[in-house]
């Protein structure tokens, strides 16, 4: 059974209390598919016992100490991501194309003279991105058997109507109880109250026959979303070679965290001559944008047991965040007598605290002497210990940190890679990641099968090398997930389809001396 998302109605939730956060907003911050350099992606990220990867290093921070050299390095990226729908017959298709940084830094590797003991260490300044939130949703249908102003209105019964009228003496969010769908929709004149009421309501999309309420005619609905934004990781790192056997490394990471959500929701009448209310068209537009720090340690360690095998395994403390979010609702109308309005709410505003699960994770990577490496990973994160927490005090999200308990489970990750050398200056390579679904119940839903492959070249330049990779990712399996555009009412809200589609190019510019 597929997860079923109410897209438009997400603003409702924002708008209708003092907390907008919940359970999914942890699992969205908490989650990781890191982009690193074009190296370690186009292996799968599959670096915890690999090392010497300026991307790997954030996979496992014992990645420094495996260096030789030192090393400046730069990832540009492109990400390309979007969704298929298929809605009341309709079939629609969106896409997001952003260019950002998924890598940047140095690692600087220096001899200790010595021949055991510590022989090497290491130190880097870099960022790698952790996660990416480019995305793009697109839908269209028509319909004459449910709404969204009538959902509104369905959800409005029981809230006096004067205390939801903006006035200079009336503050209708407080004053009403009232979610601002509501509140912007009476005010724009799409919601009408039933004769000889004041807190039972119908939509400027329903007609009133008796005491029977009906959609008045056929409606072309449109849903458009977007979103940007990543989680970006500065990571101080030192790492130590023992006597070429031991490497070990710790991290200190600092993350910057964005995300912009925007929406719009339309509702067009076919023909306006069918709704008595001559009802034209509306259009609701929600805003919401997340920014926040984070930090975190993170240790591991690479050991050598032959020349030929390598194991590793890290573990990282949970990050903890602060997070201020802002949010804003608008409403337009416009009818046939030429009547129209435009409605914005105040914009809100509010911070809080996020600790995200702790996260470990082992490896073994088979070196091929001179060409090449496979290794394999395993890592594992639990999200149910998720933590929302208020930004001044401990207490006020009880209810939500019970619901990621329910909602979420532990995550395996499995990721597996593999680089041959065709010559000295020339590498291919190829990957493939495994996230299993962090949602409870159905094991596929939320699960997403990751593929790559790579190619690097290498030019001497006397005593230093300037290389280039590139990486071409693509997530396979398109994950699906059921939604709906907005609440039911006394009829079902009808129900579509989504296929999460998209693919990433990373350019790796570097040089080691």
């Known amino acids: 059974?597929?997860?079923?998302?109410?897209?438009?109605?997400?603003?409702m939730f924002a708008a209708a209390g003092l907390y907008a956060?919940?359970?999914y907003d942890a699992l969205r911050f908490s989650e990781q598919y890191a982009e690193g350099t074009a190296r370690s992606v186009a292996m799968g990220n599959a670096f915890v016992a690999v090392g010497g990867d300026m991307g790997g290093i954030s996979i496992n921070p014992a990645s420094s100490a495996v260096y030789r050299y030192s090393e400046f390095m730069f990832t540009p990226t492109v990400t390309v991501a979007g969704m298929e729908s298929d809605y009341l017959g309709f079939s629609s298709s969106?896409?997001?194309?952003?260019?950002?940084?998924?890598?940047?830094?140095?690692?600087?590797?220096y001899s200790t003279g010595k021949n055991s003991g510590l022989v090497s260490w290491s130190v880097g300044l870099l960022l790698n991105k952790q996660n990416n939130f480019t995305g793009a949703r697109k839908v269209y249908g028509q319909t004459d058997a449910s709404s969204w102003l009538a959902s509104v209105a369905y959800n409005t019964d029981g809230i006096y109507a004067p205390n939801m009228d903006f006035t200079d003496h009336n503050d209708?969010?407080?004053?009403?109880?009232?979610?601002?769908?509501?509140?912007?929709?009476?005010?724009?004149?799409?919601?009408?109250?039933?004769?000889?009421?004041?807190?039972?309501?119908?939509?400027?999309?329903?007609?009133?026959?008796?005491?029977?309420?009906?959609?008045?005619?056929?409606?072309?609905?449109?849903?458009?979303?977007?979103?940007?934004?990543?989680?970006?990781?500065?990571?101080?790192?030192?790492?130590?070679?023992f006597s070429d056997k031991l490497f070990v490394g710790v991290n200190l990471g600092i993350q910057s965290i964005m995300y912009k959500y925007e929406e719009m929701m339309q509702e067009e009448a076919l023909n306006s001559s069918d709704f008595q209310s001559g009802f034209n068209y509306f259009s609701y537009g929600y805003r919401y944008k997340a920014t926040g720090t984070g930090i975190n340690l993170k240790a591991g360690l690479i050991y050598l047991p032959a020349n030929w095998l390598r194991l590793g395994a890290s573990i990282s403390t949970p990050t903890w965040m602060y997070l201020s979010e802002e949010w804003e609702n608008g409403v337009n109308s416009e009818f046939s007598d030429g009547y129209s309005q435009r409605i914005i709410s105040p914009l809100g505003t509010y911070n809080y605290r996020l600790n995200t699960p702790f996260r470990w994770n082992v490896g073994a990577a088979v070196m091929l002497g001179s060409r090449g490496v496979i290794s394999a990973d395993y890592e594992s994160v639990d999200y149910t210990k998720a933590k929302l927490k208020d930004a001044d005090y401990e207490f006020g999200y009880d209810v939500e940190n019970s619901d990621i308990r329910k909602l979420f489970v532990k995550q395996d990750i499995f990721r597996v890679g593999a680089e041959i050398n065709v010559n000295p200056a020339f590498a291919v390579r190829a990957g493939y990641q495994h996230y299993s679904s962090p949602?409870?119940?159905?094991?596929?839903?939320?699960?997403?099968?990751?593929?790559?492959?790579?190619?690097?070249?290498?030019?001497?330049?006397?005593?230093?090398?300037?290389?280039?990779?590139?990486?071409?990712?693509?997530?396979?399996?398109?994950?699906?997930?059921?939604?709906?555009?907005?609440?039911?009412?006394?009829?079902?809200?009808?129900a579509g389809m989504s296929k999460m589609k998209g693919w990433k190019l990373l350019l790796s510019v570097g040089f080691r001396f």
């Open 1 to 11: 059974m597929l997860r079923k998302f109410i897209l438009a109605g997400a603003a």
């Open 21 to 23: 956060q919940n359970a």
């Open 94 to 109: 969106a896409n997001k194309t952003r260019a950002g940084v998924a890598n940047f830094g140095y690692v600087g590797s």
């Open 172 to 241: 209708p969010f407080y004053s009403s109880n009232a979610s601002w769908n509501s509140i912007l929709a009476w005010n724009a004149s799409l919601l009408d109250t039933l004769p000889g009421t004041s807190d039972l309501y119908y939509a400027a999309t329903e007609n009133l026959y008796g005491n029977d309420i009906t959609v008045g005619g056929e409606l072309a609905q449109r849903f458009n979303a977007e979103s940007v934004g990543n989680v970006t990781e500065a990571v101080i790192n030192w790492g130590g070679n």
């Open 439 to 494: 949602y409870a119940g159905d094991s596929s839903e939320g699960e997403r099968n990751i593929g790559s492959i790579g190619a690097g070249y290498v030019w001497p330049c006397g005593a230093s090398d300037l290389f280039v990779d590139l990486t071409y990712q693509q997530l396979l399996n398109n994950p699906e997930e059921g939604f709906t555009l907005y609440n039911d009412t006394t009829v079902p809200a009808p």
